[in-house]
């Protein structure tokens, strides 16, 4: 059976992403300091001002406005309205709600008389989270995501590399695969909208981004005469940025993950401290999905495991192979369970969260990129052990 499927990214001068980068930015200050802090700081931007607001408890003293106007002019804007050395900047930040850290820093199992170090640290939320691994690239990512995060990822290179030096910081990718039987066979269609300054014309900056962007993104082999291509579809984008349309922190959630591909709990990511099971449990969810598909238990995974505020142990865990498990899916879940220890303390420890690693997440993706943690593939020897049982 042939079906489409599409998926989008924004490059880092998107509204959006510009607060993900500033508030994981502060995330990555504060933690360079203080590896115990809590935090969930979210930013707000709109036209020539930004709000920095949340919760953060912490021994580091940082400065919130240096850290975003500093943030700002690295993406690009330097320029208009909401410049990095013009826009105003309100900064709203308390310390974690003692109701929250009740639940987080004394587990119901640690109150119950648990002895286990790793049943100290409840859950900071209530939720679920999803994780997700398929074939379909080398990254073990979804093919249209992947594509997409790479085309909007080359739009700021020949941006800032000065190749296409009329392009400003704000764009937009999306890309349509076309999937025969569940395998990926051409691109359908791919979308590109980026934002630009008033020298270049419609036919210039249609010619350029198809040279310099798709066609040397995009694999030759799965373009061919039908692929549908459009490039700034409106014939202009001058104005973009926080100038065009207003930001905000967390919510490019499918840009972040894997493209619709797979459900998602709601939980966003950036900005929050690891003791928010919505970010480092969706992190432990994608290393266990991308570690049984490296080991062969299946071709396509998807975890669901869900907690509760204050409780240090999930309260369920579900696997769906979509029907490519080497096993039954409720053996490969009772797999994970005793391969890996899902509670908020051995999250941490396993994927060694408590460093300043957080900005590099904050545009093209949370998955698919080989030097985070969650992307290393080193149980797979364990794994492979249940398929000779």
């Not at 709600?97 to 009740?102: F, G, T």
């Not at 579809?233 to 104005?239: D, E, K, N, V």
Request: charged share 25%; glycine share 8%.
């Amino acid at each position: 059976m042939r079906k489409f499927f599409t998926s989008e990214s924004v490059t880092e001068g998107h509204p959006d992403k510009v607060c993900d980068n500033i508030s994981d930015a502060i995330v990555d200050a504060i933690y360079a300091k203080d590896s115990n802090a809590r935090c969930a700081v979210e930013c707000c931007a709109a036209y020539d001002r930004l709000l920095i607001m949340g919760e953060v408890t912490t021994t580091a003293e940082v400065d919130y406005e240096a850290i975003a106007r500093q943030t700002i002019k690295n993406i690009g804007y330097d320029f208009g309205s909401f410049s990095y050395d013009k826009c105003k900047i309100i900064v709203a930040i308390h310390t974690q709600s003692p109701d929250i850290a009740l639940g987080v820093n004394n587990s119901l199992e640690n109150k119950a008389g648990a002895e286990d170090k790793e049943d100290e640290l409840g859950a900071g939320d209530q939720g679920m989270m999803f994780g997700y691994a398929c074939r379909e690239t080398e990254e073990l990512m979804p093919l249209p995501i992947t594509l997409a995060h790479k085309l909007a990822k080359k739009l700021t290179e020949v941006r800032k590399n000065g190749t296409l030096k009329y392009l400003r910081p704000d764009g937009k990718t999306q890309v349509t695969a076309e999937y025969d039987d569940g395998v990926p066979v051409r691109i359908d269609a791919v979308v590109v909208s980026s934002q630009h300054d008033d020298t270049v014309t419609q036919a210039q900056l249609n010619e350029d981004i198809l040279k310099y962007v798709v066609k040397t993104v995009v694999p030759e082999n799965l373009l061919d005469e039908n692929t549908k291509y459009f490039v700034n579809p409106t014939g202009r984008f001058l104005i973009g940025g926080p100038e065009g349309d207003s930001g905000l922190t967390g919510r490019k959630i499918i840009v972040d993950t894997y493209g619709g591909a797979c459900a998602h709990g709601g939980g966003a990511f950036s900005g929050k401290d690891p003791t928010k099971v919505d970010r480092s449990a969706t992190y432990m969810a994608r290393y266990i999905c991308k570690n049984l598909v490296a080991a062969g238990l299946c071709d396509r995974v998807e975890l669901q495991v869900a907690y509760a505020i204050g409780v240090s142990r999930p309260v369920s865990v579900f696997i769906d192979t979509f029907g490519t498990g080497k096993l039954a899916d409720d053996k490969i879940a009772d797999i994970v369970v005793k391969e890996f220890d899902l509670r908020p303390y051995s999250i941490i420890k396993t994927l060694n969260l408590r460093r300043p690693i957080y900005l590099e997440t904050a545009a093209y993706g949370h998955f698919g990129k080989a030097d985070l943690p969650w992307e290393k593939c080193d149980r797979v020897n364990d794994l492979k052990k249940h398929l000779t049982k």
